[in-house]
């Protein structure tokens, strides 16, 4: 999800919830405890430079278990980081504290946030000589008039 996007969001609903992609509520007194941009320069495994950016939003919860953020206090939080971005709409990053810091896309679903999941790929599946996996359905696959049938000792 955009930063646009979630701003647009956050300005249609009254109340603010973030579920994780299991389906757990994240506890309603979270806090926003950063906004910032990410950016990653980096060389990937078929030897190209990348640089990738990304708004960066961490969720925390602590013990003040009455804390509520509006979600009209979100969008104010954001806006008084614009200057940070340059006006860049950059997609949204979700840093949340588990076992580990989750690093979690965004989407909104039934007027609620929820965190996805987020994965690592090579970059550069062509050099590695990584192909890709394609699909067949059983169903269209030719039977073979040499295959073996069951009862006729070939195997």
Known sequence: MKLSEFKNQLEKIS???????????????????????????????????????????????????????EPKKIVQIIESTDALFNGEDLDIEIEYQQETIGKYGLDFINNQFVLTNTKTDCLAKNNCGIVEKVKVNLSELATKSN?????????
Do not use: Y
């Open 15 to 69: 109340e603010l919830t973030f579920f994780l992609p299991n389906g757990t509520k994240v506890p309603s007194h979270f806090h926003i405890t950063e906004v910032g941009m990410i950016t990653k320069q980096f060389t990937d495994c078929g030897n190209t430079f990348r640089t990738t950016k990304n708004a960066s939003l961490q969720l925390w919860t602590s013990v003040d278990f009455d804390h509520r953020l």
């Open 147 to 155: 295959s073996c049938s069951p009862g006729s000792n070939c195997c």
